[in-house]
């Protein structure tokens, strides 16, 4: 049983902050499930082995509702209530609802049809690219992820100006993060919501008028359910596709003869997209988590109420898992990462984001067959977030 006086681990830390794999690799050794604090100062589990973490990831004991924390509320939240009713805050039934009603955009069959639609946006993007140098993240990955995701909701381009802006707000480590995200939360807000009702007197093809014919017509989604679904679809299908395109870029330039094997058609792309979700995931946490009931987890006793967040990043690269888990290889045979979570709250995007980046990655190396990283490894500059693993820049030369 951990002890709650002792020192505890800093989630902002340095050392985590610095280099977030050799952290989780240190306390998957001396502290696989340890107690310690959220930025706001609030007690929270953090569970970092692979085999604690599947488990924990589909275990119904373990509440997305936050009105199942100690004392009735999550501690410190941020979110406004008017963004909080989404599928991350949410347990069956309601969870069960609002996934069907989405899922009919991310099927197999859905995801396969937008490829036309990401490979033309890919295209004009790289268009652009003059001269012999370009910043990857600047340049497509952000755009991209943007332009997709707002494609599929039908935000029309001239109304995606402050979106990048207000994300950007919401991932700052700034001193003044929680200010400044609550303006960006407010202005978000407002924004979907004149957005919806743009929808609603003028319905098209998309995501988001089918979300709100369903909340209209078919009573299936309250307006509070609109707004916040909206909110996560936007936010989540931006940051984390962005996040992935960079990083599996990232991992190809720092390994040349895997790169070489891929434009030479003897290594399948998706193959390198599924390493650099184990190698660098874009979540490294997973949506925090609520005990109903007295529970354990790795042999610890985690009591009812209590907080308890689960690091994908760190059960991606368990030694017990996988071998040699901190190298970088896109044909290794063991399968199974967490990046995308496991269980009932397996991510809706997941296809999404892997078809988006296998398109880009795909067209870049093509493209640019010269293709090379501009500057050291170690001079590049990774977001200051325990959240998120994305790189601030990333500059290219072919």
Not at 250 to 268: D, F, K, N
């Amino acid at each position: 049983m951990s002890d709650p006086d002792r020192e505890r681990p800093s989630l902002l830390g340095a050392a985590l902050l610095a280099d977030p794999h050799a952290e989780y690799r240190r306390l998957r050794h001396e502290a696989p499930v340890t107690l310690t604090t959220t930025p706001d100062g609030a007690p929270v589990w953090l569970v970092t082995r692979y085999a604690d973490v599947r488990a924990a990831l589909a275990d119904p004991r373990l509440s997305l509702d936050k009105r199942n924390a100690a004392g009735g509320g999550d501690h410190g939240a941020s979110m406004p209530p008017e963004l909080d009713a989404h599928l991350l805050n949410l347990d069956p039934p309601d969870h069960t609802r609002l996934r069907r009603l989405v899922a009919q955009v991310f099927t197999p069959r859905a995801i396969e049809s937008l490829r036309p639609l990401v490979q033309r946006h890919t295209d004009i993007l790289l268009d652009q690219f003059t001269g012999t140098s370009a910043d990857l993240v600047e340049d497509l990955a952000a755009p991209l992820a943007l332009a997709v995701i707002c494609d599929v909701l039908g935000i029309d381009p001239d109304q995606r100006t402050d979106f990048r802006r207000w994300t950007d707000t919401l991932s700052s480590p700034a001193a003044d993060a929680a200010l400044t995200s609550r303006h960006a939360l407010g202005s978000m807000h407002r924004f979907l919501v004149a957005l919806i009702a743009a929808k609603r007197a003028e319905p098209a093809d998309d995501l988001l008028s089918r979300m709100v014919e369903a909340r209209d017509n078919q009573d299936r989604l309250s307006e509070p359910e609109l707004v916040a679904m909206a909110f996560l679809l936007l936010f989540a299908g931006y940051d984390n596709a962005a996040n992935l395109l960079g990083t599996t870029v990232l991992a190809l330039l720092t390994h040349p003869r895997q790169l070489a094997a891929l434009a030479a058609g003897s290594l399948p792309v998706d193959q390198v997209i599924e390493e650099t979700l184990r190698w660098n995931t874009p979540s490294m946490l997973a949506s925090r988590r609520f005990a109903r009931e007295g529970c354990e987890i790795g042999g610890e006793r985690i009591p009812a109420g209590d907080r308890v967040w689960l690091s994908l990043a760190s059960a991606n690269r368990d030694p017990e898992q996988f071998t040699g888990p901190q190298d970088f290889r896109a044909d290794r045979a063991q399968g199974g990462h967490l990046s995308f979570g496991h269980g009932l709250h397996y991510c809706l995007g997941a296809a999404l984001a892997r078809m988006q980046a296998a398109v880009a990655v795909t067209t870049l190396v093509r493209r640019f067959p010269a293709l090379g990283l501009a500057c050291r490894p170690a001079d590049l500059a990774w977001d200051a977030s325990f959240r998120n693993r994305g790189l601030r820049v990333l500059p290219i030369t072919w």
